[in-house]
């Protein structure tokens, strides 16, 4: 199990938010939600990322490997999403077609929801 880190700092409403919450930035201007998001740097290719703050009904989330490379196509897949998090899998796609765990890409997410 594993919480990200977030290095930001978010403006809403005339008030900023930073990473006191560990990666959660209550929205007032939206009534009753959250944005959380992070940097996962698991060096695993499935795993499992637990929000700071668990949700009411289940979010919405998205994410997006981190890589340099112009020539290899990487991806990250979301499941079991949950109000307190979600289940990960990093892939690569190789040359010919052959599809292999990607072990140490990192990837953003974010997720958006109620609480």
């Given at each position: 199990?594993?919480?990200s880190n977030i290095i930001?700092?978010?403006?809403?409403?005339?008030?900023?938010?930073?990473?006191?919450?560990?990666?959660?930035?209550?929205?007032?201007?939206?009534?009753?939600?959250?944005?959380?998001?992070?940097?996962?740097?698991?060096?695993?290719?499935?795993?499992?990322?637990?929000?700071?703050?668990?949700?009411l009904s289940?979010?919405?989330?998205?994410?997006?490997?981190?890589?340099?490379?112009?020539?290899?196509?990487?991806?990250?897949?979301?499941?079991?999403?949950?109000?307190?998090?979600?289940?990960?899998?990093?892939?690569?796609?190789?040359?010919?077609?052959?599809?292999?765990?990607?072990?140490?890409?990192?990837?953003?997410?974010?997720?958006?929801?109620?609480?």
């Open positions: 199990m594993s919480t930001a700092d978010v403006i809403f409403s005339n008030s900023v938010y930073t990473n006191s919450l560990n990666g959660a930035f209550p929205v007032s201007s939206l009534s009753g939600s959250l944005i959380q998001s992070g940097v996962e740097t698991q060096n695993t290719s499935v795993g499992l990322v637990t929000f700071p703050i668990p949700y289940i979010p919405i989330v998205v994410a997006t490997i981190n890589s340099n490379s112009t020539t290899q196509l990487f991806q990250v897949q979301l499941s079991s999403i949950t109000t307190t998090g979600f289940n990960f899998t990093k892939l690569l796609l190789e040359t010919g077609g052959t599809i292999v765990s990607a072990n140490t890409e990192t990837f953003n997410w974010i997720a958006i929801g109620s609480v």
